[in-house]
């Protein structure tokens, strides 16, 4: 039923190709006016019961009428044609596919987008307080006001959670490390801080945080708050890290929680999505800097099997990457340089240029295929060299080629896999260089965490959760690019951690799964996000409760229909305690001025409903 609705509303949109609808609203347009006068278009359908015969004059005064509403239309459609063809200034452009829509941003507006371009509002209320007492003052006055004030940092979540157009506080410019104590390895810092920057700022001590996630732009106020995780079995979620938080409360102003003073809000808050208090300061337990050697190989389903308890036990970082359309699984451990045996010796077979060159003559057939020969050996003067695109970037342009050709897909997958054969190895460096991951462009993806066992017990649950998702891509024929990422952490004892858990040796797997954004073209964009939405629901539909998986809190979509909102609200109870986080949000936020759109439809209480 949903992919027939898909389908459905695609077609429509090739049939309608010059009413466009963007990936999302923009609060700051004019409504759409209707050129024709709603009079003129009631006088020729009169509703007055037996209507005399037409004379000739009252004939030649409707086909006058038909005229002018002809010419009418006919300067509608001009007037189209020439929108979008027309150069818009640059803060115009994303507007350019919401027909008779566009007006001048006002100088006071600030437009807020996460990275991938997938979530944008427009806000006039952006603050970004310089200390600790004005953030108080901030909050208090907000509160006083019943302004909304939504906590936002670096814009990274994919869905876009401190996004709300009522107001926001952005904590930027509260970004210093207070405090280091080498004796006890911990470090005290703003919350604004960005993960590089702290990393950058305690190495002179011999310090650095125990895992890390993909990138290290993010905001430690907001990676710690939405649950965000790296991977290694016995390393736990980053919010573990943290041993006590300073939090801007509307009500009862800065309060500071950890394990030893208020436990149980501590343990609410550490993940608590920003709707229990700013958080201004976070303290951060950290281990001894040290190097790591990165070790990247190519597998099979069949391996991985055979060897999947040892690789969790013995690697303190792994994670395997899947390629859709073939049999390749991608080994990346990462384990500290041996003391006694040193960095491994070793010659890649290729050079970096060799492992991506089958990807740019890829591309050039590609090119040839999709726009002919003349095209092809003709790029445009704005496009950079082929020699000088990464991996990602031409996989960017490959897929753009032909997003929903799932043949063309599964060549793309193919050329990646060949890509990573060709850059099997070992690499060297400190744990903050090795532990990152070039997730690509733009994109939507979709993560879910699921318990696997324990170390010592495995269930295989994760194993099997991939053989059911790739039978089921190969089924519905979804035109799934790679990776697929599959990686694991520690339990996490923060009670709003899609990993919480009371037992302290269980592990839980993150799968995330992906759809790339390789365009601009706001058409494409939407029909990318419409396939990857089915793509989502099918994943859903068949796999997240037979495996207890749930959306990590950066990637969760609030659904649009209400019966699917009710039955996510009913999932969301039996796994977190929602009537305790709300609980809490009530003492501390009771004008809700920290929520946002998102937070009330998955979080309802008996004021909001």
Same mark, same amino acid.
């Given at each position: 039923?949903?992919?027939?609705?898909?389908?459905?509303?695609?077609?429509?949109?090739?049939?309608?190709?010059?009413?466009?609808?963007?990936?999302?609203?923009?609060?700051?347009?004019?409504?759409?006016?209707?050129?024709?006068?709603?009079?003129?278009?009631?006088?020729?359908?009169?509703?007055?019961?037996?209507?005399?015969?037409?004379?000739?004059?009252?004939?030649?005064?409707?086909?006058?009428?038909?005229?002018?509403?002809?010419?009418?239309?006919?300067?509608?459609?001009?007037?189209?044609?020439?929108?979008?063809?027309?150069?818009?200034?640059?803060?115009?452009?994303?507007?350019?596919?919401?027909?008779?829509?566009?007006?001048?941003?006002?100088?006071?507006?600030?437009?807020?987008?996460?990275?991938?371009?997938?979530?944008?509002?427009?806000?006039?209320?952006?603050?970004?307080?310089?200390?600790?007492?004005?953030?108080?003052?901030?909050?208090?006055?907000?509160?006083?006001?019943?302004?909304?004030?939504?906590?936002?940092?670096?814009?990274?979540?994919?869905?876009?959670?401190? &996004?709300?157009?009522?107001?926001? /506080?952005? #904590?930027?410019? $509260?970004?210093? +490390?207070? %405090? =280091?104590?080498?004796?006890?390895?911990?470090?005290?810092?703003?919350?604004?801080?960005?993960?590089?920057?702290?990393?950058?700022?305690?190495?002179?001590?011999?310090?650095?945080?125990?895992?890390?996630?993909?990138?290290?732009?993010?905001?430690?106020?907001?990676?710690?708050?939405?649950?965000?995780?790296?991977?290694?079995?016995?390393?736990?979620?980053?919010?573990?890290?943290?041993?006590?938080?300073?939090?801007?409360?509307?009500?009862?102003?800065?309060?500071?929680?950890?394990?030893?003073?208020?436990?149980? &809000?501590?343990?609410?808050?550490? /993940?608590? #999505?920003?709707? $229990?208090?700013? +958080?201004? %300061? =976070?303290?951060?337990?950290?281990?001894?800097?040290?190097?790591?050697?990165?070790?990247?190989?190519?597998?099979?389903?069949?391996?991985?099997?055979?060897?999947?308890?040892?690789?969790?036990?013995?690697?303190?970082?792994?994670?395997?990457?899947?390629?859709?359309?073939?049999?390749?699984?991608?080994?990346?451990?990462?384990?500290?340089?041996?003391?006694?045996?040193?960095?491994?010796?070793?010659?890649?077979?290729?050079?970096?240029?060799?492992?991506?060159?089958?990807?740019?003559?890829?591309?050039?057939?590609? &090119?040839?295929?999709?726009?002919?020969?003349?095209?092809?050996?003709?790029?445009?003067?704005? %496009?950079?060299?082929?020699?000088?695109?990464?991996?990602?970037?031409?996989?960017?342009?490959?897929?753009?080629?032909?997003?929903?050709?799932?043949?063309?897909?599964?060549?793309?997958?193919?050329?990646?896999?060949?890509?990573?054969?060709?850059?099997?190895?070992?690499?060297?460096?400190?744990?903050?260089?090795?532990?990152?991951?070039?997730?690509?462009?733009?994109?939507?993806?979709?993560?879910?965490?699921?318990?696997?066992?324990?170390?010592?017990?495995?269930?295989?649950?994760?194993?099997?959760?991939?053989?059911? &998702?790739?039978?089921?891509?190969?089924?519905?024929?979804?035109?799934?690019?790679?990776?697929? %990422?599959?990686?694991?952490?520690?339990?996490?004892?923060?009670?709003?951690?899609?990993?919480?858990?009371?037992?302290?040796?269980?592990?839980?797997?993150?799968?995330?799964?992906?759809?790339?954004?390789?365009?601009?073209?706001?058409?494409?964009?939407?029909?990318?996000?419409?396939?990857?939405?089915?793509?989502?629901?099918?994943?859903?539909?068949?796999?997240?409760?037979?495996?207890?998986?749930?959306?990590?809190?950066?990637?969760?979509?609030?659904?649009?229909?209400?019966?699917?909102?009710?039955?996510?609200?009913?999932?969301?109870?039996?796994?977190?305690?929602?009537?305790?986080?709300?609980?809490?949000?009530?003492?501390?936020?009771?004008?809700?001025?920290?929520?946002?759109?998102?937070?009330?439809?998955?979080?309802?209480?008996?004021?909001?409903?």
């Amino acid at each position: 039923m949903y992919r027939a609705h898909n389908l459905k509303r695609s077609l429509q949109n090739h049939h309608h190709h010059h009413r466009p609808t963007p990936p999302h609203s923009n609060p700051t347009t004019i409504p759409t006016q209707n050129p024709l006068n709603p009079t003129l278009l009631r006088h020729p359908f009169s509703t007055t019961p037996n209507p005399p015969l037409p004379s000739p004059t009252s004939s030649n005064s409707s086909s006058e009428l038909l005229k002018y509403l002809g010419y009418t239309a006919l300067l509608a459609a001009s007037a189209a044609a020439t929108y979008y063809s027309f150069p818009f200034p640059e803060n115009a452009k994303h507007k350019k596919a919401h027909l008779f829509r566009y007006a001048p941003l006002p100088d006071d507006l600030h437009t807020v987008s996460n990275w991938s371009g997938t979530h944008e509002v427009q806000t006039r209320v952006f603050l970004q307080p310089e200390s600790l007492e004005e953030l108080e003052k901030i909050v208090r006055d907000a509160n006083e006001r019943r302004q909304k004030i939504r906590p936002v940092g670096s814009g990274l979540s994919p869905n876009g959670i401190g &996004l709300t157009r009522a107001g926001m /506080v952005n #904590l930027a410019l $509260l970004d210093k +490390v207070l %405090e =280091v104590d080498k004796e006890r390895r911990t470090v005290r810092v703003q919350a604004g801080v960005r993960v590089q920057q702290l990393v950058d700022g305690i190495k002179e001590y011999g310090l650095t945080l125990q895992n890390f996630a993909s990138i290290r732009e993010q905001q430690v106020g907001g990676i710690v708050q939405v649950g965000a995780h790296g991977t290694g079995a016995r390393l736990p979620p980053i919010d573990e890290q943290v041993i006590s938080m300073k939090l801007v409360t509307p009500a009862k102003g800065i309060i500071e929680v950890s394990k030893e003073k208020n436990p149980e &809000l501590f343990y609410l808050a550490r /993940v608590g #999505l920003g709707g $229990l208090g700013v +958080v201004a %300061e =976070v303290t951060l337990q950290c281990v001894e800097r040290q190097e790591l050697v990165e070790h990247t190989f190519v597998s099979n389903m069949k391996e991985i099997k055979r060897n999947h308890k040892k690789f969790l036990s013995e690697n303190k970082h792994v994670k395997y990457l899947y390629i859709p359309g073939t049999d390749a699984v991608v080994v990346v451990r990462c384990n500290p340089v041996s003391k006694w045996k040193g960095p491994p010796k070793f010659k890649p077979k290729y050079t970096n240029d060799e492992a991506i060159q089958h990807v740019r003559d890829l591309y050039q057939e590609s &090119l040839k295929k999709y726009r002919g020969e003349a095209t092809a050996n003709m790029p445009d003067e704005d %496009e950079p060299d082929v020699s000088e695109l990464s991996f990602t970037e031409l996989r960017d342009k490959l897929l753009a080629l032909d997003p929903f050709n799932t043949e063309h897909v599964k060549k793309v997958n193919q050329a990646e896999a060949e890509f990573w054969r060709r850059s099997e190895g070992y690499r060297v460096g400190w744990s903050d260089e090795i532990l990152g991951f070039d997730c690509g462009g733009q994109q939507w993806v979709s993560e879910t965490c699921f318990p696997a066992g324990t170390l010592a017990k495995l269930s295989m649950k994760d194993l099997e959760f991939i053989e059911r &998702l790739m039978e089921l891509i190969e089924k519905e024929r979804i035109p799934a690019p790679a990776p697929i %990422e599959q990686r694991w952490t520690a339990c996490s004892k923060s009670h709003m951690s899609p990993a919480s858990s009371l037992a302290e040796d269980d592990i839980f797997s993150w799968v995330g799964i992906i759809m790339y954004l390789p365009t601009m073209d706001a058409r494409q964009r939407k029909e990318i996000t419409e396939e990857f939405f089915h793509y989502r629901h099918l994943t859903q539909e068949q796999l997240w409760d037979q495996y207890s998986a749930y959306e990590h809190w950066a990637k969760i979509e609030v659904p649009k229909d209400k019966e699917e909102l009710a039955a996510l609200q009913s999932r969301l109870k039996k796994r977190f305690p929602v009537e305790a986080y709300n609980k809490a949000r009530k003492e501390l936020d009771p004008n809700r001025i920290l929520s946002n759109n998102m937070l009330e439809k998955l979080f309802p209480s008996a004021d909001t409903i």
